[in-house]
């Protein structure tokens, strides 16, 4: 399922980032989650058209090497690397498949990748993926739906987004509709918000230690751009969160 409906969105998925929401809290927030990336390496699991796969090569990543499941998305990903060389390799490929590189990498990003997975067996499997392609102590770093996001709370609709449940269940949590309200045409997607001990689980299982939570934030550009009152809503009911653990 996922990847169809990835695969029918291709390089107008780009335009999630110029929302509110993605540009003043995801992206800072994630950005800053990560860190410093100079001289190491980094694997972009999920990597959709590359955009935080660009991100960390321009602040100074030695290697970036970014994957998706969806054919469409990897394409857009190689058409902009080829516009604005910055020496990113992409490939098509399903996390709950992949092989050992290789090399191991230094960090490991998961940006809407574990939500994706149909049960907790492939969370797993991919979590298992993932470790044994970075190296001792390298860092994993996800964001992704929070799991006990509060689907009555204020609308996310100010901020670019809905998020409604679809009323389906499944191993790891609630079935979740997502829909960018981009101009002129709303995009939605379906993935899933696992829930918190799911994470924890298949990650300390594959190996993972060290698991953090993170909130989201809001940039200070974000605030000076909008107000503090604008942004209210959304860090008391945050649709997102992220996560970090250590191999």
Same mark, same amino acid.
């Given at each position: 399922?996922?990847?169809?409906?990835? /695969?029918e969105?291709? #390089?107008?998925f #780009?335009?999630f980032?110029?929302?509110?929401?993605?540009?003043?809290?995801?992206? &800072?927030?994630?950005?800053?989650?990560?860190?410093?990336v100079?001289?190491?390496?980094v694997?972009?699991? %999920?990597?959709?058209?590359?955009?935080?796969?660009r #991100?960390?090569?321009?602040?100074g =990543?030695?290697?970036?090497?970014?994957?998706?499941?969806?054919v469409?998305m990897?394409?857009?990903?190689?058409?902009?690397?080829?516009?604005?060389p910055?020496?990113?390799?992409? #490939?098509?490929?399903?996390? %709950?498949?992949l092989? &050992?590189?290789?090399?191991?990498?230094?960090i490991?990003?998961g940006?809407?990748?574990?939500? *994706?997975?149909?049960?907790?067996?492939?969370?797993?499997?991919?979590?298992?993926?993932?470790?044994?392609?970075?190296v001792?102590?390298?860092?994993?770093?996800?964001? =992704?739906q929070?799991?006990? *996001?509060?689907?009555?709370?204020?609308?996310?609709?100010? *901020?670019?987004?809905?998020?409604?449940?679809t009323?389906?269940e499944?191993?790891?949590?609630?079935?979740?509709r997502?829909t960018?309200?981009?101009?002129?045409? &709303?995009?939605?997607i379906?993935?899933?918000?696992?829930?918190r001990?799911?994470?924890?689980?298949c990650?300390? %299982?594959?190996?993972?230690?060290e698991v953090?939570?993170? &909130?989201?934030?809001?940039?200070?550009?974000g605030?000076?751009?909008?107000g503090? /009152?604008?942004?209210?809503?959304?860090?008391?009911?945050?649709?997102?969160?992220?996560?970090?653990?250590?191999?």
């Amino acid at each position: 399922m996922s990847v169809q409906q990835y /695969d029918e969105i291709g #390089e107008a998925f #780009e335009g999630f980032k110029s929302l509110p929401l993605m540009r003043f809290g995801e992206v &800072p927030s994630f950005l800053g989650l990560v860190g410093d990336v100079r001289g190491k390496s980094v694997l972009d699991l %999920a990597c959709g058209t590359g955009f935080y796969s660009r #991100e960390f090569k321009r602040r100074g =990543a030695a290697d970036v090497f970014g994957v998706d499941i969806s054919v469409e998305m990897i394409a857009a990903a190689r058409e902009i690397e080829q516009r604005d060389p910055l020496g990113v390799r992409y #490939e098509v490929g399903d996390v %709950a498949e992949l092989q &050992p590189l290789a090399r191991p990498f230094d960090i490991a990003l998961g940006v809407q990748c574990l939500n *994706y997975a149909e049960d907790i067996a492939v969370m797993e499997r991919m979590c298992r993926n993932i470790h044994r392609n970075l190296v001792p102590g390298g860092e994993f770093f996800v964001l =992704a739906q929070k799991p006990d *996001y509060r689907f009555d709370c204020p609308s996310l609709d100010k *901020y670019g987004f809905l998020c409604e449940p679809t009323g389906e269940e499944i191993e790891t949590g609630t079935r979740v509709r997502v829909t960018a309200l981009l101009d002129p045409q &709303p995009i939605s997607i379906v993935s899933s918000a696992p829930r918190r001990e799911v994470y924890e689980e298949c990650l300390r %299982a594959a190996g993972f230690g060290e698991v953090e939570w993170v &909130p989201l934030t809001v940039s200070e550009a974000g605030i000076r751009e909008f107000g503090e /009152d604008f942004w209210a809503d959304l860090l008391a009911h945050p649709p997102l969160e992220m996560l970090r653990c250590r191999a």
